[in-house]
């Protein structure tokens, strides 16, 4: 059916509703490159100040996932689980948790982002294993998925082209921050990517794009209603970002955390919030009957060594030195450290969490431009988070990195992230709620 895209921008803008058919056009020829970014742009923006309602949302977000390809995980044997974080300082969630659910019989098979931003992506944190081939062929994939239950690769370039374009356009366009746009990007990715049941954690604070728990929560409403909306269980955990998550922001140093958590010996708010996701998986996957007994078992593997063992059969089985997971060594390290130390006694009562994000990405860390080269040894271990007390001098944060240059652009920034004050303050739970 024809449309033409002026009448739908003029719709919109007039706070009009799009009917399914008009939204299915539009996303097909913007994606095939029939309607020009100038139209897209005036679109974005009336979505903008106008908003979806749930039905636009839902229709925008199937149109998006049909745009290109879509992943059949229907030869993998079981109920397929996938995990989307939407991003943060020290997110090194799913290199623990991917091997962590495979150790107790969850088939994970995913997809993962390089990223732009503070840190790379779970694809870059991977590469970290020396050899490591985060882009095998689809065929490659699904074996192994059915050969030892787990297996991580790159988003092909043909899943979900329309957010792809739509994407890029709204980072130009100031039209990033809109709740429908971003919960239909996200959702359209993990819909295509085939897995039958979802565990979403939205991050909430100041590392993160929902700054306050009001927000976090529409966007995890939003998301849990769209991938339900489509046929899939979802769940949706709003955890906390107002401080890095664990003590290392930086990929090798982040993937050196994970290996530590599957050994039982991570920091304990990234290790409860690895086991709550994990649990909700299991549960999905129908390994246990409750999140209790998922966490029983998922406790039993971590103890019995078996989790640990499923980090190094993956990382063989992806073409990695599966020696680095006990010889940490064989990671990549930066040349030099630098301690960040306190000027005055007191307590942390605050940490500018995208402020240590950014100063990782000074570091080397992260990459600014898609063409940008990431520095893996590079990063940053907190020894003090918050409501811990701290004396002059002592160290609040160690800094690793390969250029004095660098180092002193981050150094500052570093410190100026840490709030010290003279009384205690409250500390966040990791999990701040559920839906
Ligand atoms: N992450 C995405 O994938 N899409 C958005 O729109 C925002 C964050």
Redesign the pocket.
């Known amino acids: 059916m024809g449309f033409r895209m002026y009448d739908l921008i003029e719709k919109k803008r007039d706070g009009g509703v799009l009917t399914g058919p008009e939204i299915k056009w539009m996303t097909e020829e913007y994606t095939a490159g029939r309607i020009p970014d100038y139209q897209m742009s005036a679109m974005t923006m009336a979505i903008f100040f106008r908003g979806l309602n749930k039905e636009e949302t839902l229709n925008l977000t199937m149109a998006m996932t049909t745009s290109g390809d879509t992943v059949d995980l229907s030869g993998i044997d079981g109920i397929k689980v996938d995990k989307h974080s ?1 991003g943060g300082v020290g997110d090194k969630t799913s290199i623990a948790l991917a091997p962590l659910v495979a150790s107790v019989g969850v088939k994970v098979a995913k997809m993962s982002g390089r990223g732009l931003g503070h840190t790379g992506g779970t694809i870059d944190k991977l590469e970290s294993f020396p050899g490591f081939n985060t882009s095998i062929s689809m065929d490659a994939f699904l074996k192994q998925v059915n050969d030892i239950g787990i297996a991580i690769m790159g988003q092909t370039k043909d899943l979900v082209p329309a957010d792809k374009k739509l ?1 890029a356009l709204r980072d130009v366009t100031a039209t ?1 921050d809109q709740l429908s ?2 919960a239909s ?2 959702m359209s ?1 993990k819909l295509a990517s085939g897995a039958d049941a979802i565990v979403l954690d939205v991050k909430c604070g100041s590392g993160a ?1 929902m700054k306050d728990f009001a927000s976090a929560k529409a966007l995890a409403l939003e998301m849990t209603e769209l991938g339900r909306g489509a046929g899939r269980k979802v769940t949706a955990f709003i955890s906390d970002m107002d401080e890095p998550l664990g003590l290392a922001v930086g990929n090798a140093l982040e993937v050196k955390e994970a290996i530590d958590t599957l050994r039982g010996k991570g920091p304990e708010d990234f290790s409860e919030l690895v086991m709550q996701l994990a649990s909700a998986m299991v549960c999905f996957a129908g390994k246990a009957g409750s999140e209790e007994e998922a966490r029983e078992l998922l406790d039993r593997s971590i103890k019995e060594g078996r989790a640990i063992d499923k980090l190094k059969e993956f990382v063989k089985a992806q073409g990695g030195d599966e020696r680095a997971v006990d010889d940490m060594s064989l990671l990549p390290a930066a040349k030099y450290e630098c301690e960040v130390e306190a000027d005055t006694d007191g307590f942390v009562s605050g940490i500018e969490c995208a402020e240590v994000g950014n100063a990782s990405l000074l570091l080397g860390g992260g990459r600014l431009t898609k063409e940008d080269e990431i520095d893996l040894s590079t990063g940053i271990i907190m020894k003090k988070k918050k409501g811990m007390s701290v004396k002059a001098g002592e160290t609040l944060a160690v800094m690793y990195y390969n250029s004095e240059e660098k180092m002193e652009a981050a150094k500052a920034r570093l410190k100026a992230a840490f709030k010290i004050s003279g009384s205690k303050p409250e500390k966040n739970d990791i999990i701040l709620g559920r839906i």
């Open positions: 939407t994407y990033v746009l971003i990007s996200i990715k794009f």
